[in-house]
């Protein structure tokens, strides 16, 4: 039965424990160098039954003259054979569990990587947020995490008129921006909806409603302590995302705090006392 004993690379301190592949390469050389040996035992033996028999002028008994016969040359084979079969199943008992041993290796350190990567995004989009002193660098971080991270293809991001009281687009992917109408958030014409965008008083989470106008996927309020200061309106994924993962639902929860704190804080920046988001004074520091 194989052991591996002298094929596994040797532990040290730069390498505490063999490495997977190292592993893998061992139980293969060993793998290949037992079936070599037993092939050539098997000839060997079959080899010397031969001339054992060909030299015999007739046929010997087994046991008692220690002869081998050809009945006997028979069984003996067949023990042999049977000996390999007990050999190849022993064989591919490791050969499985090697595979199940680096198939469930892959799957951890593919949970792992998957981690790992979603942990940076996050670290990544909540700094680029902060880090943002215009409105150019709230609304390219937005972007940003939507296409690449999250697999929005296409989407508008608004920004509300305090004094009129409307979402109006700042940016658009996917399509051009001009011509796309502001949005109502009281009066007539504003539904449901809206209502509960301005009414929801925090950022959105998992769990929370979609916030639906029409066909779009979703309209996420961008919010600032509790105040709504813009939406971004998701439109289609990707061509291939097929829907919201665990993960995403994590970032847009990102998008929602940290963008509206990073129009706040923008807005401020750009002026020296406390005025009300007027679209045609952010059109123009967009555009500056």
Not at 113 to 136: C, I, K, N, P, R
Request: hydrophobic content about 40%; some cysteine; glycine content about 10%.
């Amino acid at each position: 039965m194989w052991c591996g004993c002298d094929t596994v690379p040797a532990v040290s301190a730069d390498n505490p424990r063999p490495s997977l592949q190292g592993q893998t390469d061992a139980f293969l050389r060993e793998f290949f160098e037992k079936g070599e040996m037993l092939v050539k035992e098997l000839i060997m033996e079959n080899d010397r039954l031969r001339s054992q028999v060909s030299t015999s002028p007739e046929e010997p008994k087994a046991k008692k003259g220690g002869k081998v016969s050809r009945d006997n040359m028979v069984d003996l084979l067949m023990m042999r054979i049977s000996a390999l079969e007990h050999e190849c199943d022993e064989i591919r008992k490791i050969a499985g569990n090697v595979e199940e041993e680096s198939g469930g290796f892959r799957a951890r350190l593919d949970i792992l990587e998957s981690e790992h990567y979603h942990l940076a995004a996050m670290f990544v989009a909540g700094s680029q947020f902060h880090s943002a002193t215009s409105f150019e660098e709230v609304l390219r971080t937005i972007t940003e995490i939507l296409l690449n991270f999250v697999g929005i293809g296409a989407f508008t991001v608004y920004i509300v008129d305090e004094e009129r009281q409307v979402l109006f687009p700042t940016s658009r992917e996917g399509g051009e921006v001009e011509g796309v109408p502001e949005i109502p958030l009281v009066g007539d014409a504003s539904g449901p909806a809206e209502a509960a965008l301005v009414g929801l008083g925090r950022p959105w989470k998992n769990g929370d409603p979609d916030f639906q106008m029409g066909g779009e996927l979703m309209n996420l309020p961008l919010v600032s302590g509790t105040r709504l200061v813009g939406v971004a309106r998701l439109e289609s994924f990707l061509e291939q995302k097929h829907g919201f993962e665990e993960n995403d639902h994590q970032l847009l929860g990102l998008i929602s705090e940290h963008a509206g704190t990073g129009v706040e804080n923008a807005w401020v920046r750009a002026h020296t006392k406390e005025v009300p988001l007027q679209r045609q004074a952010i059109e123009h520091l967009v555009g500056s």
